[in-house]
């Protein structure tokens, strides 16, 4: 059995970093999506025995602000299609954004489950900060740090298990 797990957000929260630390070898999928500029990197990863595709996403249009947010939107709309399970990655240093919130109405929206995962969470101290990500109106969430790994098996575990 394998899965899809699509890690989505708006850029610089860490997504490619905790990409990059789950995945055991990268694939090139070729797109047969026309029209949309994408930027998706697909990879494998292995968790407990349990192998499953991963998907970095962060694609974006250069141009206006409009045009950026919407093309978040247009990655996490074909990453809901795409995944079995999503990854929906926040900054604790920054704090819920506008662009978070138009991201997690998609993901209310979606039939699929959403792990929320407070990045940049290096040390206790920062745990603390976390709180206000329940905000987002998807339930419990999970503190990683990407950098140092901290969190990413509880992360892992709950994403399996959903998959
Ligand atoms: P993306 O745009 O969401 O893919 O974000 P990146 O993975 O490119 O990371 C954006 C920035 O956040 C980079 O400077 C990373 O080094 C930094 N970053 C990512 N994860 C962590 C983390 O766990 N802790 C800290 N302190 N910085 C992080
Ligand atoms: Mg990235």
């Not at 930027?39 to 694609?59: C, M, Q, V």
């Not at 969190?151 to 998959?163: K, M, P, Q, R, Y």
């Amino acid at each position: 059995m394998s899965g899809i797990v699509a890690i989505v957000g708006r850029p610089n929260v860490g997504k490619s970093t905790l990409f990059n630390r789950l995945i055991q070898r990268r694939e090139a999928i070729v797109d047969s999506v026309s029209g949309v500029t994408r930027d998706r990197h697909y990879g494998k990863a292995d968790w407990n025995g349990r192998e499953f595709s991963l998907i970095d996403t962060g694609g974006y249009v250069v141009g206006s602000d409009d045009i950026f947010e919407q093309e978040i939107d247009k990655q996490v709309e074909l990453a809901i299609d795409e995944a079995d399970v999503l990854i929906f990655v926040v900054d604790v240093e920054v704090g819920i954004t506008g662009m978070d919130e138009d991201v997690a109405k998609l993901l209310r929206q979606s039939q699929k489950p959403v792990f929320v995962a407070v990045n940049k969470v290096d040390d206790a101290t920062r745990e603390a900060n976390a709180v206000e990500f329940y905000g987002l109106g998807l339930g419990d969430y999970y503190t990683i740090s990407s950098i140092n790994g901290s969190g990413s098996g509880e992360l892992l575990d709950a994403v399996v298990e959903a998959l």
